[in-house]
């Protein structure tokens, strides 16, 4: 995903010159922005899933109840402190692990990026509208340019994120009860 900053001077706006050729490109992205959704949801209840199962095989709601209304990257964070914990405990260190966690955290940072985006102010060239940096040298409005090739990496890593999950809790558990 290409990216672009543009100084802010005194309105935030921003230049869409063709406004069809911006509504083509948002035609044939929503499918995919909708599968990005469809499919992280997948994974954070994935990810709720194990963490229920962390604390007690017997019932889910210890873990709901902990989980009730948190974040999924305090999620992440907290499945990590668990996993490392397990790790320490059991002098064991399961493959994939660190991938594991560092794919969990970008998924999570690219499902954002998209679900946040500013999608009426994309332009032509599918530069879409993310942010507004706020920093000591001024304001900066930041853009990325979601291809239909990017929307669907995006997917794929969240899929593959979610398959290396199940592996990874296969494994752990292999470990556990060796």
């Known amino acids: 995903m290409k990216q672009k900053k543009k100084v802010f001077i005194q309105h935030l ?32 209840k994935s990810l709720d899933g194990i963490i ?14 902990v989980l009730h209304k948190m974040a999924y990257a305090t999620k992440v964070d907290l499945f990590k402190r668990f996993s490392d914990d397990f790790h320490l405990g059991c002098d064991v260190m399961v493959e994939g692990y660190q991938k594991l966690i560092a794919d969990l955290r970008e998924s999570g940072r690219l499902r954002n990026l998209v ?6 102010n ?3 060239d599918g530069y879409t509208y993310v942010n507004l940096k706020i920093s000591s040298n001024g304001m900066e409005q930041e853009y990325i340019q979601f291809s239909e090739d990017s929307l669907k990496e995006i997917i794929d890593l969240i899929i593959t994120t979610r398959h290396e999950l199940h592996e990874y809790w296969e494994k752990r558990n292999e470990e556990l009860y060796k």
């Open 52 to 65: 229920c199962e962390i604390f007690t095989d017997r019932s889910d709601s210890t873990g709901l109840i």
């Open 122 to 124: 994309t332009d032509d």
């Open 115 to 120: 679900v946040h985006a500013d999608w009426e």
């Open 13 to 44: 706006y921003h230049e869409i010159e063709d406004e069809e050729k911006a509504e083509e490109y948002l035609d044939s992205s929503l499918p995919l922005i909708g599968l990005i959704v469809m499919y992280f949801n997948g994974l954070e």
